[in-house]
């Protein structure tokens, strides 16, 4: 029988499907013109595609079928290739089918025997307070470090700029620089002149047929009690540190101050270059040979790293619910739902929905937000009180465990299917003389037991955490009424002291509001200050610990360990002198690209690490190609900081390195 065409692509909500496009909206009257009998499946499938609305038969004809179906008979089947390209539109018509009979699409029968859930995803929505502690959680936390910290401020950012928009998290994505306009305005009250952010997603999603795009303007919060929840110095941050303004001499923030509107105008445009137009605002690094982590030129940040910082973030700040990027789509449409200045139709608009259907369905919370009581007694309602009930604030607790102790982790990996896994694993490691083919095992093995330990792990850290709300209430209540005081809070796991630049960026962000107008810039211009110094630091690994494990000296406080300036500048310089060699036969045990690049940094930042000696020269071997020579990048200017020298290219590095210090590679 003749297919009538049909989309593939999953459809955007529920409403897509109306009586009036259905294929089964047909009337009872209506007869096959050849007569072909309802029960006659060999029918002329190429005249019956005519009929109903482009099916061969009746309603009643596939109510039938839905009642004789055999589920087993089908899964035993085999299809040939292009049986199955005929029934790539059953989504389609099971869809179709569903919207006439007006039945749910998910099989009760099938959700049953699987133990599927029936309800959706909770759309809990986040009140400005908790997204508050999360931008303080995401700029002061050491206990999740970034590359650089460029990704640090990009992990706040990006939520300040869905708040106000709405936007997708995907769109948010494939921001340009180009679709970026800053603008000096004038205020239309007579105060000082703001700066106005706007901002055009080009990608948005396409199911249903392109999409105009719109324009969301951002207008500058002077006299803001908090600038962690203020989008405007860190993006300005951004473009001054890339030097993104088309004006050679706008460089710094505090020029921003001397500029002025024409007479008779009410906006200065301040262009960005065009140079930058097509390049991404949220940008991946690449590690370089000499430099380290850097910006990539132009590859985008993946979906899966900015939503994994976000619900790192969120555990941290101690949310009991996860924090995930749609959260605060969720706040912005029931935000612009409840205001009296926002029509359906906009909200429509800027969320991008066809109609009111898919807020109504998808985005409205089904956490009633409202103190339905005091309105049913026509009393004030306790509007504070509902609003921090209902957030995911709510469950906020800094005492919640993080993560699993290293008893917790030792049941983990005692599992089972982990152990057969690790046997699998060792006696393929035993065999001496290994082929390809086992050599690719393997790996196979290696990469399930990875990802089955992972999955056992963060099975047992979300029931931990779940289990731990209920048991430490019934302990703080038991300790109350027995007279006691709560309990002391549990020791923090092992961190790291912050970089200075990470303590002068969140005092800026967390400075108290000015009294003056010229304080109040200057407050805004250390904020930008900040976030250009602490763009380029590179923050190294996180350092995680186990509750339960000793804090040795290593886990020690950096503060604790560096030592004054003067006796860290004693140590670099001898660094510098070990990593030159007098004979051929000498072979220092300092990586004198690392020696290198400490020179470069302030006496603050963790400069031990890099001049810290290795235990023998094959380990530094190791280093120096892992780290350094596998690292070169295409049009990667090679260069020697301690000996001022240019290279060519890799050879000319790795001769240079056996000549001058010693380093065979």
């Not at 059953?90 to 959700?111: F, K, L, M, Q, S």
């Not at 898919?358 to 937000?369: A, E, G, N, Q």
């Not at 990996?413 to 152990?419: A, L, M, V, W």
Request: charged share 30%.
């Amino acid at each position: 029988m003749k297919q009538r065409p049909f989309s593939a692509a999953p459809a955007e909500s529920d409403d897509c499907f109306s009586d009036q496009d259905s294929v089964f909206n047909v009337g009872s009257h209506q007869v096959s013109d050849d007569g072909t009998d309802l029960s006659d499946i060999d029918g002329d499938a190429d005249d019956g595609s005519k009929f109903y609305n482009g099916n061969a038969f009746p309603p009643e004809y596939y109510l039938r079928l839905e009642e004789e179906f055999d589920g087993d008979r089908v899964a035993r089947k085999r299809y040939a290739p292009r049986t199955i390209e005929q029934l790539d539109g059953i989504e389609w018509r099971w869809n179709e089918y569903c919207a006439y009979t007006g039945r749910d699409p998910v099989i009760r029968e099938i959700a049953d025997e699987y133990e599927l859930s029936f309800q959706r995803r909770e759309n809990r929505c986040m009140s400005m307070n908790d997204l508050e502690q999360q931008g303080d959680t995401t700029i002061g936390t050491t206990q999740k470090k970034f590359r650089i910290g460029e990704h640090r401020i990009d992990a706040l950012l990006f939520l300040l700029l869905i708040a106000p928009s709405g936007s997708r998290p995907e769109a948010l994505l494939h921001l340009r620089y180009g679709d970026i306009r800053v603008v000096l305005a004038r205020d239309p009250d007579g105060g000082p002149h703001k700066i106005l952010i706007r901002f055009t997603l080009r990608f948005t999603k396409a199911f249903l047929g392109p999409k105009a795009t719109t324009e969301i303007t951002i207008p500058e919060s002077l006299y803001d009690p908090c600038l962690l929840l203020c989008p405007h110095p860190l993006l300005l941050g951004l473009l001054f540190r890339h030097r993104a303004f088309e004006a050679s001499r706008l460089t710094t923030p505090e020029l921003l101050r001397k500029l002025d509107i024409h007479p008779g105008e009410y906006e200065l445009p301040l262009p960005l270059k065009e140079s930058m137009d097509e390049i991404f605002v949220f940008r991946q690094t690449i590690k370089t040979a000499l430099n380290g982590y850097v910006i990539s030129e132009n590859i985008r940040i993946t979906y899966s790293m900015i939503s994994s910082w976000t619900k790192r973030m969120g555990v941290i700040a101690g949310f009991g619910i996860t924090v995930i990027l749609y959260t605060l789509r969720y706040t912005n449409a029931n935000a612009l739902d409840q205001s009296h200045n926002v029509s359906n139709g906009l909200r429509d608009l800027v969320l991008g929905h066809k109609s009111s259907n898919v807020f109504r369905d998808h985005y409205l919370s089904r956490v009633i937000t409202v103190d339905t009581m005091a309105i049913v007694r026509q009393r004030k309602p306790q509007e504070a009180l509902m609003r921090q009930a209902t957030s995911i604030g709510h469950s906020q607790s800094k005492r919640r465990p993080i993560d699993l102790t290293s008893s917790q982790v030792a049941e983990v990996d005692n599992h089972p299917q982990i152990q057969k896994l690790l046997q699998h694993q060792r006696a393929l490691r035993q065999e001496m003389n290994r082929s390809a083919k086992g050599q690719k095992r393997l790996e196979s093995i290696t990469k399930s037991l990875q990802g089955e330990r992972a999955k056992r792990r963060r099975e047992s850290t979300q029931k931990m955490r779940h289990d731990w709300s209920r048991d430490q209430a019934i302990a703080d209540i038991e300790r109350q009424l027995a007279g006691k005081s709560f309990e002391e809070p549990p020791p923090l796991p092992c961190v790291t002291d912050s970089h200075p630049a990470q303590r002068r960026l969140l005092n800026a962000l967390k400075a108290p509001v000015a009294s003056t107008i010229e304080d109040e810039f200057r407050r805004r211009d250390e904020a930008i200050l900040a976030v250009m110094a602490y763009c380029p630091v590179q923050e190294g690994p996180t350092t995680r610990c186990r509750l339960d494990k000793p804090v040795g000296k290593g886990n020690a406080p950096q503060a604790a360990q560096t030592a004054d300036t003067h006796e860290t500048r004693e140590d670099l310089a001898n660094a510098i002198t070990s990593v030159f060699i007098m004979k051929e036969e000498e072979r220092p045990r300092r990586c004198f690209v690392c020696v290198g690049r400490a020179t470069t940094l302030p006496s603050s930042d963790p400069i031990q690490d890099l001049i810290r000696p290795f235990y023998s020269n094959s380990n530094l071997r190791k280093h120096f190609k892992r780290c350094h020579l596998s690292k070169i990048q295409e049009n990667e200017e090679l260069y020697c900081r301690l000996c001022n020298l240019s290279l060519d290219h890799k050879m000319h590095l790795q001769n240079h390195a056996m000549r001058i210090h010693g380093t065979v590679s």
